[in-house]
């Protein structure tokens, strides 16, 4: 059974088009992530929510607006798509508690032409 | 902005031979821990360290919480190529947030 799924695994576009990438975990957490992954393999924090509600949100253009319908589900919609999006984006749960273990998805790689 | 540099940022080693991967930054962290990453996948938890000073181990992994709980270390033992991967350490500071540092890379070579 996958903890925290993420679709689509590939995201080929063209820059200025729109996308949306959809996130989902069965763990029962209360907080989920959005992260990007650049080139580098450098991993950085983009929004945080508990329990449908924005914590943090880390300087991240508004062309990219997360939305939150339940505590299972953390969507990622991207407007304007640039070529400087393109990287890997992950998603994540934990339980509140700041010790508590994170559970990634295996990523999306968004690659702009 | 609390930042944590991680060293080497990449390793290659032959099967068999002992590393040290460092973890260091100027801020304190509540606890701070380690996760693999392998091509393909998300980042997956090794362990977390709580305690300044606390050792913990994981079969052939031992993982140091410094004293000042600043920095972190994982020594793996006779390495093997299953170890391959992107290691990275994390922090939790303020804000609730995670700090990840850029990654060691490690490839052990049979």
């Known amino acids: 059974d996958t903890a925290v799924s993420q679709t689509p695994k590939y995201l080929v576009t063209q820059m200025g088009n729109d996308k949306s990438i959809k996130c989902e975990q069965n763990l029962g957490h209360d907080t989920m992530y959005w992260y990007k992954q650049d080139s580098k393999k450098f991993l950085k924090i983009m929004f945080s929510y508990n329990n449908k509600e924005l914590i943090i949100n880390e300087t991240v253009p508004n062309r990219f607006s997360p939305k939150s319908p339940d505590k299972a589900h953390l969507n990622l919609h991207i407007n304007s798509l640039e070529l400087g999006d393109s990287a890997v984006y992950f998603c994540?749960?934990?339980?509140?508690?700041?010790?508590?273990?994170?559970?990634f998805g295996d990523g999306t790689r968004l690659s702009i032409l | 902005t609390q930042l944590l540099e991680q060293s080497p940022q990449f390793l290659s080693i032959q099967e068999g031979e002992n590393l040290t991967v460092y973890c260091n930054s100027s801020?304190?962290?509540?606890?701070l821990q380690w996760y693999r990453q392998e091509p393909g996948e998300g980042p997956v938890l090794l362990v977390t360290v709580v305690t300044g000073g606390e050792v913990k181990k994981l079969k052939r992994l031992t993982f140091q919480f410094g004293d000042a709980r600043k920095d972190s270390s994982l020594h793996i033992t006779a390495a093997q190529p299953g170890d391959t991967g992107l290691y990275l350490c994390a922090g939790w500071g303020g804000y609730s947030t995670l700090t990840f540092g850029k990654g060691t890379m490690l490839l052990v070579s049979p």
């Open positions: 994540a749960s934990s339980r509140q508690n700041s010790n508590q273990p994170q559970h």
């Open positions: 801020s304190v962290f509540s606890s």
